[in-house]
């Protein structure tokens, strides 16, 4: 591995896994200089989701200059950066590729240190992000529970150090970022539409409608919310057009709801789990501190309101990202790299993207 500085790492990230395009300059204690991103949301709206070789063209014209603009508004340039880290999986193969090619690139022409990061390693770190608005909650500790919401994936992990990250439970279906799409683009909000079901639902009546709540087995950390949509579009179904208008209230926050108890339970349940193993394990860990909730659905206002409320009853520190780090973005993949580089790991030039995780991003029997 090349030489590091005695100074903190910087590192460049590039995050490219699905419609958003992001640039950020990160260092090694998760300090951002700057993060820039260039969503899609207007291009692919009027096709109710993610075109895949849309969403690749549309990170081919903005990467290079987002790189560009990033260097020059933090007043850096190449001599200042120590490595260029870059999402690798999981996402659309197409997208994760320009980015992938792009880093490898760099790497090459300004012969820096390349990593290649897990999206959802970014994720599971986003909340200890810190910049000149954000600093992460003094007297979060590890070992954590961290529950990822995104338009992709809805997991549970065990963290007990950063770098390590067992898979607890995961959807077995659609995730939870993927129903509030849908239930978006059934109501006419357009896309994505849960931050906009979030907005209609402040004026309505979470108890008017009785969502179902899928748990699976009594003891299940696993999702699953494809009951929940089909249920939605039944209840739209059977709404008179004409007075859907004045049920959209009601029919978001009862949505948001049904989808908050079913995170918050799992949480709960998650919580319990690991507590029952380390105890048994180790019996000088008496109990978790603390938790984390991170993705995408992590900026649903009901969501983090009653995380923060339960995590305040359960006597749990609880983290979670300011709005601009919940959805992608590569400052979350740049601190993952700039840890990965200084435990000594980095990636050659046979990086590729894929559409899934390694399993060797995750470890197992952890607890
Ligand atoms: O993490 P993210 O940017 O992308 C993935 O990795 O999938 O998450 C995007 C998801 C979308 O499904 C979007 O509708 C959802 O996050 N989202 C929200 C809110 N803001 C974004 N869902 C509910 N309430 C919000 N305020
Ligand atoms: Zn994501």
């Given at each position: 591995m090349s030489q590091l500085p005695e100074r903190k790492i910087q590192v460049l990230a590039i995050e490219t896994s699905c419609d958003d395009t992001s640039v950020a300059i990160v260092d090694s204690d998760g300090v951002v200089s700057i993060c820039l991103s260039a969503d899609q949301n207007l291009v692919h709206a009027p096709f109710g989701g993610v075109v895949p070789e849309i969403a690749s063209r549309n990170h081919t014209m903005h990467l290079l200059p987002l790189i560009e603009q990033a260097l020059k508004n933090s007043n850096?340039?190449?001599?200042?950066?120590d490595a260029i880290a870059v999402t690798a999986r999981p996402g659309l193969i197409g997208s994760l590729m320009v980015g992938v090619v792009t880093a490898k690139s760099l790497s090459q022409v300004f012969r820096k240190p390349l990593i290649g990061v897990n999206h959802l390693e970014g994720h599971i770190l986003a909340p200890f992000l810190k910049d000149s608005k954000h600093n992460p909650v003094s007297s979060f500790k590890t070992p954590f529970v961290s529950l990822a919401v995104s338009g992709g994936h809805t997991s549970l992990y065990f963290v007990p150090e950063f770098g390590k990250y067992q898979v607890l439970g995961t959807t077995r279906d659609d995730a939870a970022g993927e129903a509030y799409d849908k239930f978006g683009q059934m109501l006419g909000l357009?896309?994505?539409g849960g931050v906009n079901v979030d907005r209609r639902a402040q004026q309505g009546d979470s108890g008017k409608y009785n969502f179902p709540r899928t748990l699976l087995a009594e003891d299940s950390l696993d999702f699953s919310f494809s009951g929940l949509k089909s249920a939605a579009a039944r209840q739209i179904r059977d709404i008179p057009k004409s007075e859907l208008e004045n049920e959209m209230g009601h029919l978001c926050a009862s949505f948001q709801e049904a989808i908050a108890d079913v995170l918050i339970l799992k949480l709960e349940l998650a919580v319990k789990f690991v507590d029952q193993k380390l105890s048994k394990s180790n019996p000088n860990i008496k109990r978790l501190e603390s938790v984390s909730l991170t993705g995408g659905?992590?900026?649903?206002s009901r969501l983090r309101a009653r995380a923060e409320e339960w995590a305040l009853k359960n006597n749990l520190t609880l983290a979670v990202p300011p709005l601009r780090y919940c959805t992608d973005n590569a400052a979350m993949i740049g601190f993952a790299g700039a840890l990965q580089l200084a435990r000594g790991f980095q990636s050659d030039l046979s990086l590729a993207p894929m559409a899934q995780s390694l399993p060797g991003d995750f470890v197992h029997e952890l607890v």
């Open positions: 850096m340039d190449w001599s200042k950066i357009g896309f994505p659905v992590a900026a649903n």
